[in-house]
């Protein structure tokens, strides 16, 4: 399985930014595809996640009303499109896949999935 980030870079507040999330080699029990984010210092911070069989996404309280997580099956490929930004939402972003083996394991938590991309830095200066 390989997982390729893609989309970071330095923006100003109040830019977007559209991350992507390019998968290959994912096995038929994968369940789901999520983003999470890592700032320094901090631990790393579960965004939301999108289901591979029914598409139904789901976006944390702190992100749900400028962020927003989408796929394309065709590609196999993930999105997270970033609106509004603030400079606290600089970190370093992963995205994730989770296997019917992980199901038992909140989807929330980072031993949820059990395949990560390398991560892509986001910026944003005030």
């Known amino acids: 399985v390989q997982l390729q980030a893609s989309g970071g870079g330095l923006v100003r507040a109040g830019d977007s930014l559209r991350l992507s999330c390019a998968a290959s080699g994912l096995p038929s029990s994968t369940l789901a595809m999520a983003w999470f984010r890592q700032a320094p210092g901090k631990e790393r911070e579960f965004l939301g996640r999108?289901?591979?069989?029914?598409?139904?996404?789901y976006l944390t309280n702190s992100v749900k009303d400028r962020f927003a997580i989408s796929g394309d099956n065709a590609k196999n490929t993930m999105y997270l499109q970033m609106d509004s930004l603030k400079p606290e939402d600089t970190a370093v972003y992963f995205c994730a896949a989770r296997s019917l083996s992980r199901r038992f394991i909140s989807d929330a938590a980072r031993g949820g999935y059990d395949d990560w991309g390398q991560g892509t830095q986001v910026t944003v200066s005030s």
């Open positions: 999108i289901s591979l069989s029914s598409g139904t996404t």
